[in-house]
């Protein structure tokens, strides 16, 4: 089955930077035919679009709020997306989710709806 496996979460202070990684297993295609999604859940508020990515990395979505601060990428022979997290602030602690459509190589980028999902990975940072 399809599993999703987030990874580098952590506590970081304002300003600071982290680096998440999901890798995906078990799929029916090559993970090149997927878009991938980042989304997060901070306590008490329900789970907002952080950003996207399509299947073969050219074409980018991102929520305003972490414009020009995030970054998405992925490695399709490693089957991994990763998100870097630059100038963070406290408004982005919060358990990040990353999640796939499975559409094989579907040409809209979604900001919800994904059919798989992650377990989470926490992300802190303190002012």
């Known amino acids: 089955q399809v599993q999703l496996v987030e990874s580098g979460g952590g506590l970081v202070q304002a300003g600071g930077s982290l680096r998440l990684s999901c890798v995906a297993s078990?799929?029916?295609?090559?993970?090149?035919?997927?878009?991938i999604g980042w989304s997060r859940q901070a306590p008490g508020k329900e789970r907002e679009f952080v950003v996207a990515i399509n299947w073969n990395g050219g074409h980018t979505s991102y929520a305003d709020s972490v414009k020009g601060r995030f970054t998405i990428s992925r490695d399709n022979a490693k089957n991994t997306v990763s998100l870097q997290m630059n100038d963070l602030k406290p408004e982005d602690t919060a358990v990040y989710y990353c999640?796939?459509?499975?559409?094989?190589?579907?040409?809209?980028?979604?900001?919800?709806?994904?059919?798989?999902w992650g377990q989470g990975t926490q992300v802190t940072v303190s002012s």
């Open positions: 078990g799929l029916t295609f090559a993970f090149n035919y997927y878009n």
């Open positions: 999640a796939l459509d499975y559409r094989p190589l579907t040409a809209v980028l979604a900001t919800s709806g994904y059919d798989f």
